[in-house]
């Protein structure tokens, strides 16, 4: 898997939109882009993902550059819950599914 | 609540000893996943079964082993405890097609004292 680098971490204000950059710039053809996040030592949670085009779901956008060396996960209006460590991840997937490397991700900390 | 049901939620054991932890899988996901957080190393990929078949190793330890069951249940068997395998140990599952998401379970603590 293609390594990723994420700022360690970042503020954003309730109610504004948390934009968090990822960079891949030795990211392969075939591998996706995926998102989770984790609240405070829970499990993982999926956010979404992509390969080339950009992707939203009730949950956030995911913006891919077109050399696909860096994604955006944009979360359109932050609230105090979505306060988190948020994980970039570059993966292949194989046939019987795909195995995720996690790095240090980014402690996003939203305010009031 | 990701479907992905993991016992005990926490587990406190001595030096040494053995522990199992049990993950039981989305209704239908066929891959099982297990991870480990501890505070100084992050999330580490230890192994993954797919259909009762291990299909990928990543940096677990000798002592520990892993199985799938043919209910497609797992279970992750950590051996001669040492307190540096304190940690979170969490459990996820996919369905094994390609493309298909993987969604993790709350995870066991392990205190080892």
């Known amino acids: 898997d293609a390594k990723t680098t994420q700022p360690t971490s970042m503020d954003c204000a309730e109610g504004r939109a948390a934009n968090l950059p990822c960079n891949h710039s030795?990211?392969?053809?075939?591998?996706?882009v995926y998102w989770y996040r984790q609240i405070h030592s829970q499990g993982p949670q999926y956010i979404i993902h992509?390969?080339?085009n950009n992707e939203t779901n009730e949950m956030a956008s995911l913006i891919i550059t077109e050399d696909r060396k860096s994604s955006t996960l944009i979360l359109p209006h932050a609230t105090l819950r979505d306060t988190a460590v948020y994980y970039c991840?570059?993966?292949?997937?194989?046939?019987?599914?795909?195995?995720?490397?996690f790095g240090g991700g980014t402690r996003l900390m939203v305010k009031p | 609540d990701s479907g992905v049901t993991q016992t005990p939620k926490h587990l406190i054991t001595a030096t040494g000893q053995r522990v199992t932890l049990r993950c039981s899988p989305r209704?239908?996901?066929?891959?099982v996943y297990w991870y480990q957080q501890s505070l100084d190393q992050g999330l580490q990929f230890l192994i993954q079964?797919?259909?009762?078949?291990?299909?990928a190793k990543g940096n677990i330890l000798e002592r520990f082993s892993a199985q799938q069951f043919p209910d497609l249940h797992s279970e992750l068997n950590l051996s001669s405890l040492e307190l540096g395998d304190s940690a979170l140990y969490f459990c996820?599952?996919?369905?094994?097609?390609?493309?298909?998401?993987?969604?993790f379970g709350e995870g066991s603590w392990l205190t080892v004292v």
């Open positions: 996820a599952s996919s369905a094994g097609i390609s493309g298909n998401t993987i969604y």
């Open positions: 030795t990211i392969s053809g075939n591998e996706y």
């Open positions: 992509g390969l080339k």
């Open positions: 991840i570059a993966s292949l997937l194989y046939n019987a599914g795909n195995m995720l490397t």
């Open positions: 209704s239908g996901d066929l891959s």
């Open positions: 079964y797919y259909n009762g078949e291990e299909r």
